[in-house]
DNA sequence: GAAAGCACTATCTTTTTGGTAAGTAAAGGG
DNA sequence: CCCTTTACTTACCAAAAAGATAGTGCTTTC
């Protein structure tokens, strides 16, 4: 059987792998929130409304080890730090226009 | 704000709707491979290896409630039954096209 | 006559997720 | 001086999801 490995986990397929980026509970919601540029924490905490500050800062840690997300800080106080999708990060947008699309339709 | 909402559930974009379908642990596995035809339980199950009945039974329940599939019983000894894809859930297949896509990039 | 196949369900344990609250450091405003 | 702002982290507890394992009822195969 053929498989795919991503910063050490083994998929047996590349659906797989992708749903082990964009699935979980709030994953997808903050790539998608950055389609468009780079947001501040709090931005993107309010945008997601029911998303708190530990969950948001967990998500966002992974995301950033997984090359989805860049951080940068500037060295501010109160501190700034602006995060925002990476190349293979932007690649993901497609997935995320289809998704829109199914998601309107599927309430009509 | 504008919300959209499925089974008695509110989402406050088409996207987090989407997501709640294909997103957690199963459930874009399950519809994933059922994208070519029917298969029985016991087919799916040895596709994704390592779920479980459990899991299995609980992910195409919820899945046959939200009319992502069929569920077609013949009445035979031993049982069996098909799953399929309804027109709701087949339109759901140009997202995992993509995901295959951006799956197969980020392995290189 | 034991074992395997089928599509489940029931029960239990473990893991993950979520919720709340508190703490940090330094600047700016009243 | 005290409060607010910002982007976090840590601790603790509760709830939800996932996982492991066993059992069911009936038939066909070894």
Redesign the pocket.
Known sequence: MKTYQLNGTIYYCPVDLTLSVIG???QGLVIYSLREKAK????I?RELV?????????T??KLVEQEILN?K?YNE???????SLTEKGKKLLPIFTQMEKWGKEAVL
Chains 1, 2 share one sequence.
């Open positions: 979980g509970r709030w501040r924490f709090n931005e905490k029911t998303i708190n500050d530990k969950m948001l800062s967990q966002l840690k951080r800080s106080i109160p501190p700034k730090v602006e995060y």
